[in-house]
């Protein structure tokens, strides 16, 4: 019997319900951890906690076998020694679950012994028409529905409701262990791909692109299953979205390391490289990357080109962010002769791109409102496609981005702000607020800019597609 | 007169006496602002704020002129509007003080007015023997001295005393707008040298090669203004310590930002990179690099080659470090049979490099402990230079840690941490916790193993330098 693979899906990240499998055992069992975490999320289904020894888990009621609830149950979430496994997926395939999340360690990746029990463990599930994601994985995340799956403890690590949807082939690169919550990262998905030993990379994207919940795919993968099918599926969606993919092993030394680590060949990076540019996937490359670059390009609409307007109050980061863009493939604006103009009239010293206001803020009662004379103004400029905004971080500029957010997102570009300052709990703060406006708030400088030129590629790889399919 | 260049330097970072010059008004005046960062560090010598209006200021009795001081003054800051400078710095030479900071805006980097006054405020100051830092500046920080000028508040903004000294061409790269403090930058000096009008790179290399309390120089460098004389300081000072340098302008674009923002001429980057690279000088590439990486050379020894092993829980971390390690010019260790065979004693499945230690912690009531037996076994093998070790922040590690600091210092190879979580200020407060124990502690994965290969760098120059003196 042969899964149904597209409807499936849903039953991952939007079940109406879940039976976990696990030790419920206070304080530290894997089950009851993982009925925590679904608790302190606010899951918006049901939950049937599956055990002999106990009637019921932190106030849910629990149930011997799944055979004794009397409702259909979507998703089964299991966490229980590896011997155990095929017994507990047969007995949901009885009853009826189409999907199951198997987080348990313990199979292919570690020897030939956990390999067959895992081709085990495909058959059974396949058998009864059933999809599996993992084994050796967190799981999944879905803010909208207050799902999160697994059996570390991340209670409040809840982050914002958001348009990024992130799919890693480790926990390391999904909610597990980064600080989502306290970084604001405005997530939709996250799915943490496991061993692959059934759903992967290729099934996640066609599911993603049609998800109206999803803006913006990020993939961390250390191998591709099925290049073909990849390859197709990363070109459907990227025509829809972005598709952003770090893909680790670029080096010799790292390849090696990494089909250690998945104990798959990570292969020729030149052939990862190409496929990726074919099918107009973006490639980043550092852990920065992956995590902040694509809430700018979820928060804001694209450039419609490469050209970057900088306005800071310190001209030393100027220099910096037009170095930083011009690497990152963006070109300085040249402003119009009617926004020098204009500029002029402000200050004469203002005419150039980075537009330094640093030197007339401290001529001013009200330092930050110079921002609201010169954002818009350069803004409007015909030659801009795209800005950064240099400011220290605290409440002076969150009132002022309050006032231009409006502005600023009728014009259409994009806009990142990168924020210093003396006190860094201060300026997390304000980097929070700032996006609550809806604009991409940045403590690094060099990411503030590379987001435009992601965006940017973005665009133009979409436009390319099109291109191509007329 | 020609100033004594060297013996004046220490005048601006140790002066045993200082002469505040600016505006007293409460609350916002430059001067008194000035006063009160300067008791805010808890300044080790006499301050005299120079007042016709004040008696005293914040408690300190005050002076209508220098004159009216009896005991001699080392430094004069000065902070008041351009037009009143060079009669103060005729003043203050005649009371026969031999070093000044300039504060104030508007000199050469407003236009030919204003380089006219600058010139004529470094003849005033030379006509006396004194030396000029600035105009333009925030001016100087020396942790053990309680040191900081500048009319900004960083009040509590004072990092730990530590080895780096870090120059800049821009307040922006100093202590005025970056959270020293709560990130445990480990400072001896930081100085801003504004316009340059007179105290340059070329002057600050020496003096900093020769301080006992600076063992890294980091500086930022929009230009050079005496490419030769910076040659030689710069050669003559990396025999001694690592010379660390980022230098925007990299792109053309760039160049003309730095040119319009300094007024000086950036001139070809390939000039400059061959230059450093003669003197042995290495180069940042971004801003994260300039705060992140002194630290680590700062806290540990260099590594004595290029072989780094790599300690994690995490696999996906230890793929992702060992392509950033070749990237950045290491090369993952081969380890020693001895050592294979003592990891596989702990494991079968620990032997590689990286150590991917994560799959053994789940077994154990105390997860944390197998880092107390890989990371002592792992570090004394021959084939091995430098370590990154990847765990979760937290009081587990930091525990560990604080026994194994050390082992790890008795073997003279250096050690950086890079840590991941869900709680942020949690994460933050372990990261300094680890650097207390002298272990350079990152929340960015590149940043952690990029330190170690400029270390490396650093070693491989300094040999190549002392093969060639012989």
Redesign the interface.
């Known amino acids: 019997m042969t899964p149904d693979k597209k409807s499936n899906l849903s039953l991952f990240f939007e079940p109406r319900s879940i039976a976990v499998f696990g030790s419920m055992k206070e304080p530290l069992g894997e089950g009851i951890t993982a009925m925590r975490n679904l608790l302190d999320f606010g899951f918006r289904g049901r939950v049937y906690p599956i055990s002999r020894s106990n009637a019921e888990v932190l106030g849910v009621r629990a149930y011997p076998t799944v055979d004794a609830v009397d409702e259909p149950i979507d998703l089964a979430f299991v966490i229980t020694p590896p011997r155990t496994i095929l017994a507990i997926i047969e007995q949901c395939g009885r009853k009826g679950i189409k999907a199951a999340i198997v987080a348990t ?1 313990g199979f292919a ?2 020897g030939p012994d956990g390999a067959r029990l895992q081709r085990e463990l495909v058959e059974t599930a396949h058998g009864f028409g059933m999809r599996l994601l993992g084994p050796n994985t967190l799981g999944v995340l879905n803010t909208a529905h207050g799902l999160v799956t697994g059996a570390y403890r ?1 209670g409040s ?1 809840k982050p914002p409701i958001g348009g990024v949807s992130y799919c ?6 999904t909610f ?8 604001g990262h405005p997530i939709s998905k996250i799915c943490d791909f496991g061993n692959k030993c059934d759903l992967n990379e290729a099934d996640l994207l066609p599911y993603l692109a049609d998800d109206p919940s999803t803006n913006v795919i990020c993939m ?1 993968l ?1 191998d591709i299953k099925d290049g073909d099918r990849f390859s197709r599926a990363a070109r459907e969606a990227v025509a829809r979205k972005p598709v952003l993919v770090l893909k ?7 390849a ?3 089909s ?2 998945t104990g798959s060949l990570a292969g020729d990076d030149l052939i990862y490289e190409n496929a990726f540019k074919q099918a107009g996937v973006i490639r980043l490359r ?3 990357e992956y995590w902040d670059i694509p809430k700018a390009l979820s928060l804001q609409s694209f450039p419609k080109g490469n050209r970057v307007a900088i306005i800071t109050a ?7 962010l ?6 990152a493939g963006l ?2 604006a040249a402003f119009t002769p009617l926004t020098r103009n204009q500029l002029g009239t402000i200050s004469p ?1 203002l005419a ?3 537009v ?1 206001v640093g ?1 007339l803020m ?1 001529l001013r009662d009200a330092p930050f409102t110079i921002y609201e004379e010169v954002v818009p103004l350069v803004l409007s400029d015909p030659n801009v496609d795209c800005m950064t905004i240099v400011c ?1 971080f605290g409440q002076p500029i969150v009132k002022v981005l309050t006032g231009l957010a409006p502005q600023i997102s009728k014009t259409g570009k994009p806009v990142t702000v990168f924020g ?6 201060d ?2 703060k304000s980097a929070r607020e700032i996006e609550a406006l809806g604009l991409p708030a940045y403590l ?3 990411t503030a800019v590379k987001a435009l030129a992601v965006g940017a590629a973005y665009s133009r790889m979409r436009d390319g597609l099109a291109e191509g399919t007329r």
Not at 176 to 183: E, F, M, N, T, W
């Open positions: 360690e990746e570690t991340y690590n890693s082939q480790t926990g390391f690169l597990g262990v980064h600080p989502i919550r306290d970084l961390h250390e680790p092993g670029r080096s010799e030394a790292g090696r390391a990494a250690s680590h550092t852990w920065r310190t001209g030393g980061a100027g220099v910096m037009i170095d930083a863009a011009a690497e070109v300085a010293r150039n791109n980075p330094d030197p401290s220290h210093y300052g003396i006190d860094l709990p300026m997390q690094d400088l060099e």
